[in-house]
C-alpha cells in the first residue's frame, strides 16, 4: 500500500492534473512493484518552496511504502519518481528532493483497521 506526496511550487494553471496523478501512480506502482489499485498519490501544487536558496521550480516527494524501502530498492524508486516528476512539472531533477519512509504494517490503516491486520 504505497503512497506519494508530492509538493511543488508550480503553477495549477501549467499541470494536466488527473494525467500527472496517473503518471505517479504508474511510476510509483513499477518502482516497487505494486498493484496500481493499492497506490495512493497526492498532488500539492502552488506550494510557497524554497530550495538551495532559489524560488525557481523544485519539487519534494515523499514515498511511504510498507517493505521495498531499503538500499536495494531505493534507487531505482528516486530515479523512476524523479524521472515522472520533471516528466510531469517540468522541474529539472537537480531540483527534486525525495523522502523515502518505510511504515510498518501495524502503523498503517485501512478498511477500519491496520494493514497488518487485513492480511490475517
Known amino acids: 500500500m504505497p503512497s ?30 505494486s498493484p496500481e489499485p493499492s497506490v495512493l498519490v497526492q498532488l500539492s501544487l502552488d506550494q510557497p518552496m524554497l530550495f538551495a536558496g532559489s524560488d525557481a521550480p523544485c519539487a ?4 511511504r511504502s510498507i517493505g521495498k524501502i531499503d538500499a536495494e530498492h531505493n534507487p531505482k524508486t528516486a530515479q523512476a519518481l524523479t524521472a515522472t516528476v520533471t516528466d510531469v512539472l517540468g522541474v529539472p ?15 498503517w490503516g485501512a478498511k477500519g483497521t491496520t494493514v497488518n ?3 490475517k
Open 117 to 119: 491486520n487485513l492480511k
Open 4 to 33: 506519494v506526496h508530492v509538493f511543488s511550487n508550480v503553477s495549477k494553471a501549467s499541470v494536466v492534473t488527473a494525467s500527472a496523478l496517473r503518471a505517479l501512480s504508474k511510476s510509483l506502482s513499477v518502482a516497487l512493484d
Open 60 to 63: 519534494f516527494i515523499h514515498i
Open 93 to 107: 531533477a537537480e531540483r527534486v528532493f525525495m523522502n523515502l519512509s518505510e511504515v510498518a504494517a501495524s502503523n
